[in-house]
């Protein structure tokens, strides 16, 4: 039988001012099989969570947007998207470099410094989460820092080494393939099980600060609905939602 599902475009720009822009503009335009990616070697507006900057050195890094169209995800649950695109990122990083995981709710971490920020824009209709523009920047090359952000860091600061970034690009599309179709099954357990067991500060006691102040805790749990559940030292739980509790370094 001749298989005639169109397989995922890749777009590249030689410059954009975001690739999540241009991507929902294409595909406002033209029908892209899900999975279509579009990558810039430069990014002049790039964001990251709570409307942060990204900052990427021309040509050094891996920038781009995926389009995700999810079979049968309901619209109350969008974190698991959140949890399967950190996966796929995660587990694509987890081949060239250790000690990767995913600081909640869906930066990737090497250690304690930030080596992937990630963007998710959901399209809702009727009840399901039909449409999913996943904004991805992944520090590569990129040797040297100059915004203020808190603590980049790079696979070749990691290493001493440089990268081929098709390359690390091809690897990621291959496990993003593996990952959305779990979620696509609808493996929703089983991805979320996967995702606790990635995360940043999973053992022992941290700090952390609310609104109310800088305070010491474990993480408990991360609920299906994206919520944070912290176990102070004192064995009071706090839940959090995103923006609510910050990270602070021990």
Request: proline share 3%; hydrophobic share 35%; with cysteine.
């Amino acid at each position: 039988m001749i298989n005639n599902i169109e397989k995922p475009r890749l777009i590249h720009l030689n410059e954009t001012e975001s690739t999540s822009k241009a991507l929902k503009t294409i595909s406002e335009n033209e029908e892209l099989p899900s999975g279509s990616i579009v990558y810039a070697d430069f990014q002049t507006a790039g964001r990251g969570l709570r409307g942060n900057s990204w900052e990427s050195e021309a040509g050094k890094n891996l920038i781009f947007s995926i389009l995700f169209r999810p079979s049968n995800v309901p619209a109350n649950m969008p974190f698991v998207i959140s949890e399967m695109i950190s996966l796929s990122v995660k587990y694509t990083l987890d081949k060239y470099i250790p000690d990767i995981s995913v600081k909640w709710p869906n930066d990737i971490y090497h250690k304690d410094k930030k080596i992937t920020g990630i963007l998710i824009e959901n399209t809702i209709h009727q009840e399901k989460i039909t449409q999913s523009i996943i904004g991805i920047g992944v520090n590569i090359n990129q040797i040297e820092f100059y915004s203020d952000a808190h603590n980049p860091i790079s696979m070749a600061l990691i290493t001493g080494r440089t990268f081929n970034i098709m390359s690390i690009m091809e690897a990621f599309r291959q496990e993003f393939a593996i990952q959305s179709q779990r979620l696509n099954d609808e493996c929703f357990d089983s991805i979320h099980k996967d995702y606790l067991n990635s995360i940043y500060r999973k053992e022992g006691f941290h700090k952390y600060r609310d609104s109310t102040g800088i305070f010491k805790a474990s993480i408990h749990d991360i609920e299906t609905t994206g919520q944070l559940v912290l176990k102070r030292t004192n064995g009071i739980y706090s839940h959090y939602a995103f923006k609510e509790v910050v990270y602070i370094s021990n």
